[in-house]
């Protein structure tokens, strides 16, 4: 009988190291379910600040090529308000120039 009680007991014991360890391992994987959660969220977190910080720089690059397209379009239009200039300019000459043959063939 004492034989039966002692192995009860130390059952018991048994099973209670064994529940203490469970208790143990759940406490854990909360730990480690938690953290990789945690990391879940700071990826999307990282992910979402990217993604911002890249529509920043390409709004930032579409600017300065507005600008630069500006730039050009201008220059475009003053050359070709120069060359008119020229070319009216040339025309005047020659008709000048055509006016003063006329003038010494008579």
């Given at each position: 009988m004492k034989a039966e009680l002692s192995d009860?007991?130390?059952?018991?014991?048994?099973?209670?190291?064994?529940?203490?360890?469970?208790?143990q391992l759940k406490k854990s994987l909360k730990l480690?379910?938690?953290?990789?959660a945690a990391a879940f969220c700071d990826c999307n977190v990282v992910s979402i600040v990217l993604w911002s910080l890249l529509y920043?720089?390409?709004?930032?690059?579409?600017?300065?090529?507005?600008?630069?397209?500006g730039l050009l379009e201008k220059k475009l239009?003053?050359?070709?308000?120069e060359n008119k200039r020229?070319?009216?300019?040339?025309?005047?000459?020659?008709?000048k120039l055509k006016d003063q043959l006329e003038r010494q063939k008579e």
């Open positions: 009860v007991e130390g059952l018991g014991f048994r099973l209670e190291e064994r529940q203490q360890d469970i208790l480690k379910v938690s953290s990789v920043l720089v390409k709004a930032q690059e579409v600017s300065e090529a507005g600008v630069k397209i239009e003053s050359s070709s308000a020229l070319v009216d300019g040339e025309k005047e000459e020659a008709k």
